[in-house]
C-alpha cells in the first residue's frame, strides 16, 4: 500500500512538471510570435523548442529554473534566421533574434 502511495506522488510530480515544461514552451511562442509580428518578420511554423535547463538566482535571491529556447524565423519567406530566448521563470531576460530592440517591449518582460 505505501509503494502504491510513493507511486501516485512519483507520477503527480511528473505530471506537474510535464505542465510546467508545456506552459513555458507555450508562453515561449508567444513572446517569439510577437517579437517576430513586431519586428515586420514572420515566425516559422513549430520552430520553438527548448534548448536549455538550468538552475538560477533569480533577482530576489532566490533560486528559480532558466529555461532557453531558439526559434526560427524569416524575412521574405526564403531564409531562415535563428533567434533565442531566454526566461526566468515566465520573465524574459535575454533575447537575440528579428529585433533585439524588441525585446523590450515583449510580453513577459519584467524589469
Known sequence: MPSLILLMIAGALAYAWWNAARAASEHAIEVGRAACRAAGVQLLD?????????????????????RSFNFEYSHDGADRNRGRMVFHGRRLVSMAGP??????????RED
Not at 52 to 64: A, H
Not at 99 to 108: F, L, R
Open 99 to 108: 529585433s533585439p530592440a524588441v525585446a523590450a517591449a515583449m510580453p513577459g
Open 46 to 66: 513549430q520552430t520553438v523548442h527548448a534548448t536549455g535547463l538550468r538552475l538560477r538566482r533569480r533577482s530576489d535571491g532566490r533560486l528559480g529554473l532558466e
